[in-house]
C-alpha cells in the first residue's frame, strides 16, 4: 500500500489499485468550496491514471458529508458546484463507490448519488433535509432519488427531510450493501469486484411512470400540510417535473426553483431558526463543562408529564426509574406509557419488540428510597403546585446525597423559591419540558439564582443526549415562553370581551402559521388547567373564567370554547351568548375587530414581553427566544420566531402601534419595552443584540 500526501481537506490514498478520497472537513465534511475544488481535480487524476481500477469516497471522522456548506446560502457560489462534481463522476472510466458512514445529508446524499454505487454501515442515516431550511435539493436530489427509490419513497425522504438508515436505504434501493465490519476493508472489496463491470449511471434510469391522478394523490397531503411554507410545495414541483421533461431540463428547472427559494424571506427566517437552535444548545458565557455524572435519572410523578418524561430517556435507549408512591396512579402512568407506544406502532413508527424493548429500561417504582437509590439526577414531575414542589423537593434533599442533581418540570413556579426548600439550592435547577414531553423538542433549563454553573451545563449535556433542543433561561415567573403566552392570554380575553369570537381569533393566528388558535390550543390543553395556573398567580380573565365555571373544560368534556365533534372545534351559539352576556356586564360596548388588529394584538405584546425578558438577562439572546417559540409554541419556522419577525415588520412600526394600542385601551402592559424604543430610535433591530453578544462571546473565548 502507498500514499501520498493528503491535499488538505481531502486525503488520498491507494490499496492494491483502489484510490482512496477521504473528505476531511471538520465536524461534519461540509462541501465547502475549497472540498469541491480538491474532489474535482482527484477525480480527474484517478481517472487517468492507469494504476486504479476503481474510486472509493469516503469522510473522515465520524460522518460521509452532513451537506453543503451552510455558510455560503445566500452568496454567490464558487465553481465547482456539487453538481459539477456529480456530472464529473458520470463521465468516469472507472467506478466510483460511495462508502458511507455516519450520515450523508443534503449535498452529501446526492454527491453519492452521482456515484455509481454506495455502500453503507448498517447506523448510517441518509437523508434530504433541504426542506427544512427552505430549500430543495439543488444538485440533482429531485430527479436521481426517484430512479433509485420510486416517487412514493422519493416524495416523502425529499418534503420530510427526514433520513432513513443504512439497512432501510439497501431495502428500498438507496444503497447496494451493507458492510458489516471495517467500512474501507468493506468498500474497497466491493469497488474491486465490480471493477470491470459496464458502469452504471442512476441519471439513465427510467423515471418512474406514474398516472397524474395518482401523482396528485401523493402530492395532495403533502401540499395540505405544507399550508403557506414553500418549500415543500416547490419539491413536489421538481419532482414532477421529472415526469414531463427530459433529466437536463428538469434539473435546469430544479435549480431555478432552487435560487428562487434561496432568495426568499422564507428560506432567511428558517436558516435564522436552524442557526439559532445551534447557538441556543450551546451553554451560555458563564456555564462550564462539566465532570458531573447524569447516567442513572429518576423520574418523581408518574402523570402526564412524568411519563412522557421517563419516555424520552427510554426512547433515546437510556434507563430510567419512574417512581410514584401511589400503586395506582404508578399502575395508570404505566398504562398510558405503554398505550402511548402503542399507538406508535400503529402508526407503523415502531414495532413491537421496539416497544418492548423501551419500557424494558422503564423501572416502575413504588418506593421512593429504591428509586432515589444511586440516582445522579432526580426529574420532579409533580402537580403544579408550590407547596406541593417544595415539600419534595425537601425530601428529595434529605434522600439524595450531593453532587446529584435535582430538577423540577415546573412550567411557570421559581426555581429559586422550589430550591429554599433543599439545604443544598446549587444543585437544584430547572427542566421544563413541553408537553407532551415524548414529542416536543424543546426543553427550558430554567438558572436559578444559586444554581451552580456545572449543574446547569450537566443538564444542558442530558437534554441534549435525549434528542432535546435546549434552552438555558433565567428564572422569572412563567420563565420565557410562558411569561411571553402570557401576555397574549390577556389580550385574547380583552378582544373576546371587546368583539371577537373564538374562532375570528383562531382563524388570523392560523393564518399567520400556527397549527392551532390560542383557544383551540387551551381546549385542547385543558380550560382547568389554565384556570389553576392563573389561580395560583392571581390572574383573573372572565372569558376563560367563564368556560371553567360552566364545566367548558375543553376537548375532553367535549366542550369548552368550541363543542367538539371528536377532535374537530366547532363554533358553538351557547359560547357567543356567554361572551356578550360578559361583555355587556362589563359595560364594553362590542365592535367589529379587523384581522389586522387581531393579529397584531396576538403578537405585538408578546414581542414586547420578548424585549423586557431580554433587558432583564432572562433570555441571553433574541434567537433564544426564536428557538422556544418555534419548537415549544408552533411559531411557525419559516416566520423565523417572534424576534426575528419583529425585525422583519420593522421595531419602529411595533412601536408605534403598541404606543396606539397603549393609548386606546389605558393598559401599561402595552406600553413599548425600554429596549424595544432604544432600538427602534437607533433604527436597529433585535438582530444586532445577537451579532453583539456573539461577538463578546469570541471575544471572552
Avoid at 326 to 344: H, K, P, Q, S, V
Amino acid at each position: 500500500m502507498t500514499e501520498t500526501e493528503p491535499a488538505a481537506p481531502l486525503g488520498v490514498r491507494d490499496d492494491g489499485g483502489i484510490r482512496f478520497l477521504i473528505i476531511d472537513n471538520p465536524p461534519v465534511n461540509a462541501l465547502a468550496q475549497e472540498v469541491r475544488a480538491a474532489l474535482f481535480e482527484a477525480l480527474e487524476q484517478a481517472d487517468a491514471d492507469p494504476a486504479v481500477r476503481a474510486v472509493v469516497l469516503m469522510g473522515a471522522g465520524r460522518s460521509f458529508v452532513g451537506g453543503a456548506d451552510i455558510r455560503e446560502f445566500g452568496k454567490p457560489r464558487q465553481p465547482p458546484r456539487v453538481f459539477h462534481l456529480i456530472a464529473r463522476m458520470e463521465e468516469m472510466t472507472k467506478p466510483v463507490v460511495a462508502a458511507i458512514h455516519g450520515v450523508a445529508l443534503g449535498g452529501g446524499l446526492e454527491l453519492a448519488l452521482g456515484c455509481h454505487y454506495r455502500v453503507v454501515t448498517a447506523d448510517a442515516r441518509l437523508g434530504l433535509p433541504e426542506v427544512t431550511l427552505g430549500l430543495l435539493p439543488g444538485a440533482g436530489g429531485s430527479q436521481l432519488l426517484p430512479r433509485l427509490v420510486g416517487l412514493e419513497q422519493a416524495i416523502a425522504m425529499i418534503t420530510s427531510g427526514e433520513p432513513v438508515g443504512g439497512r432501510r436505504a439497501v431495502e428500498i434501493g438507496l444503497a447496494d450493501h451493507v458492510v458489516e465490519g471495517d467500512l474501507a476493508v468493506g468498500a474497497a472489496a466491493f469497488a474491486g469486484a465490480r471493477a470491470a463491470d459496464p458502469l452504471p449511471r442512476v441519471r439513465d434510469l427510467p423515471f418512474p411512470p406514474i398516472a397524474p391522478e395518482a401523482f396528485e394523490a401523493l402530492a395532495e397531503p403533502v401540499r395540505r400540510r405544507a399550508g403557506q411554507q414553500r418549500s415543500p410545495i416547490a419539491c413536489i414541483e421538481a419532482i414532477g417535473a421529472g415526469l414531463q421533461m427530459s433529466f437536463e431540463q428538469a434539473l435546469a428547472f430544479e435549480r431555478r426553483l432552487f435560487e428562487e427559494l434561496e432568495a426568499s424571506e422564507q428560506c432567511a427566517a428558517l436558516r435564522h431558526a436552524f442557526f439559532a437552535t445551534r447557538e441556543a444548545a450551546r451553554a451560555p458565557s458563564g456555564t462550564e463543562r462539566s465532570s458531573l455524572r447524569t447516567d442513572r435519572v429518576t423520574v418523581v410523578g408518574a402523570g402526564t408529564m412524568g411519563g412522557g418524561i421517563a419516555m424520552c430517556f427510554a426512547n433515546a435507549g437510556l434507563p430510567v426509574r419512574l417512581v410514584e408512591p401511589a400503586a395506582e396512579a404508578l399502575a395508570r402512568g404505566m398504562a398510558n406509557i405503554r398505550r402511548a407506544y402503542d399507538a406508535t406502532v400503529a402508526r407503523g413508527r415502531l414495532t413491537a419488540a421496539d416497544v418492548e424493548a423501551r419500557l424494558a429500561l422503564i423501572a416502575a417504582e413504588a418506593s421512593t428510597a429504591a428509586a432515589l437509590r444511586d440516582a445522579d439526577v432526580v426529574i420532579e414531575a409533580v402537580f403544579e403546585d408550590l407547596a406541593l414542589k417544595q415539600d419534595v423537593f425537601a425530601d428529595l434533599d434529605r434522600g439524595l446525597p450531593a453532587p446529584a442533581i435535582l430538577a423540577s418540570n415546573t412550567s411557570t413556579l421559581s426555581i429559586d423559591a422550589i430550591a429554599a426548600a433543599t439545604g443544598s439550592p446549587e444543585r437544584v435547577v430547572g427542566m421544563h419540558f413541553f408537553s407532551p414531553a415524548n414529542v416536543m423538542k424543546l426543553v427550558e433549563v430554567v438558572r436559578g439564582e444559586k444554581s451552580d454553573p456545572q449543574v446547569v451545563a450537566s443538564i444542558v449535556a442530558l437534554a441534549k443526549r435525549i434528542g432535546k433542543i435546549p434552552v438555558v433561561v433565567g428564572n422569572c415567573d412563567g420563565f420565557v415562553g410562558n411569561r411571553m403566552l402570557g401576555q397574549r392570554t390577556v389580550e385574547v380575553d380583552r378582544m373576546l370581551l371587546q368583539g371577537a369570537l373564538p374562532q375570528d381569533i383562531d382563524r388570523v393566528l392560523t393564518g399567520f402559521g400556527f397549527p392551532m388558535g390560542p383557544l383551540a390550543m387551551t381546549d385542547l390543553a385543558g380550560v382547568d388547567v389554565n384556570w389553576r395556573v392563573r389561580q395560583a398567580r392571581g390572574q383573573p380573565l372572565a372569558a376563560y373564567d367563564a368556560m371553567y365555571e360552566r364545566g367548558r373544560l375543553g376537548q375532553k368534556a367535549g366542550r369548552g370554547f368550541y363543542l367538539y365533534e371528536g377532535r374537530k372545534p366547532v363554533p358553538d351559539p351557547e359560547v357567543e351568548q356567554i361572551i356578550l352576556g360578559l361583555s355587556e356586564a362589563a359595560g364594553i360596548e362590542r365592535r367589529p375587530i379587523p384581522d389586522e388588529e387581531i393579529l397584531e394584538r396576538l403578537l405585538f405584546p408578546m414581542i414586547n414581553e420578548g424585549a423586557r425578558i431580554l433587558a432583564e438577562g432572562i433570555a441571553a439572546r433574541p434567537g433564544d427566544i426564536d428557538v422556544i417559540w418555534v419548537h415549544g409554541y408552533g411559531w411557525p419556522a419559516w416566520r423565523g420566531g417572534p424576534m426575528f419577525h419583529a425585525d422583519r415588520v420593522g421595531l419602529d412600526h411595533i412601536r408605534r402601534r403598541l404606543a396606539h394600542y397603549h393609548e386606546r385601551f389605558g393598559l401599561a402592559s402595552l406600553a413599548p419595552a425600554p429596549l424595544l424604543v432604544e432600538l427602534a430610535d437607533a433604527g436597529r433591530g433585535f438582530g444586532t443584540l445577537a451579532a453583539a453578544f456573539s461577538g463578546r462571546r469570541k471575544d471572552a473565548e
